[in-house]
């Protein structure tokens, strides 16, 4: 059974820090790319970062470059997304999810599997 867990969320003040963790199961870790995505209520779910598992290469979307960090632990199978500098406009549920290419997407349509989401909370 295939599964990705994300866990990390919570409540931060603004321009502190979060790591959120995103733990796969149930498929060759090697063989997908991991994408992050985020969704506020009544939007839709904006992709934010990706990293292949093959050969760590990674995608930022425009509006998150330099404040997110993405990156893999293949051993344990989890990607981690750093995210510093917070802001209140952050304050959304964030996804993580696999697609079984080696390449990144910034599209949720190209993607496999979803995990069940974090909600990330910060306060001005």
């Known amino acids: 059974e295939v599964q990705l867990v994300e866990s990390g969320g919570g409540l931060v003040q603004a321009g502190g820090s979060l790591r959120l963790s995103c733990a796969a199961s149930?498929?060759?870790?090697?063989?997908?790319?991991i994408g992050w995505f985020r969704q506020a209520p009544g939007k839709e779910r904006e992709g934010v970062s990706c990293?292949?598992?093959?050969?760590?290469?990674?995608y930022y979307a425009d509006s998150v470059k330099g404040r997110f960090t993405i990156s893999s632990d293949n051993a344990k199978n989890t990607v981690y997304l750093q995210i510093h500098s917070l802001k209140p406009e952050d304050t959304v549920v964030y996804y993580c999810?696999?697609?079984?290419?080696?390449?990144?997407?910034?599209?949720?349509?190209?993607?496999?599997?979803w995990g069940q989401g974090t909600q990330v909370t910060v306060s001005s």
């Open positions: 990293i292949s598992s093959s050969d760590g290469i990674t």
């Open positions: 999810a696999a697609r079984r290419d080696y390449y990144c997407s910034g599209y949720a349509d190209d993607y496999d599997y």
């Open positions: 149930g498929f060759t870790f090697d063989d997908y790319a």
